[in-house]
């Protein structure tokens, strides 16, 4: 990873070097958005491939092998969001 253009190399941790923001170049901090689910269950949101594929009513079927989690940048000064999908983000 590289703090110019910010982008990621599989060999580092998004978290060993500052990440500078591509709008105002300020640092910027590593967080999650999490859903909160039926119940009030609150968990990591997660990348899927291809299309959602609807279930009975208004449920959508994702296979658990296909979700990546997704961890989320914020500029401490102007708020710009930056995600990555990387299973490094699961909640741990």
Known sequence: MTT???SFSGGLSMSTEAIQC???NS????GFIFDR??????????W???VPDKAFWTVT???EEKC???????????????SYARPEFAAK
């Open 68 to 82: 990546v989690p997704v961890g989320t940048f914020r500029c401490s000064v102007c708020g710009f969001l930056e």
């Open 4 to 6: 110019s253009s910010n």
């Open 27 to 30: 640092v910027m901090v590593q």
């Open 22 to 24: 591509p709008k105002c």
């Open 37 to 46: 689910a039926d119940g009030g269950q609150r968990r990591v949101i997660n």
């Open 48 to 50: 899927v491939e291809g």
């Open 61 to 63: 079927r994702v296979p």
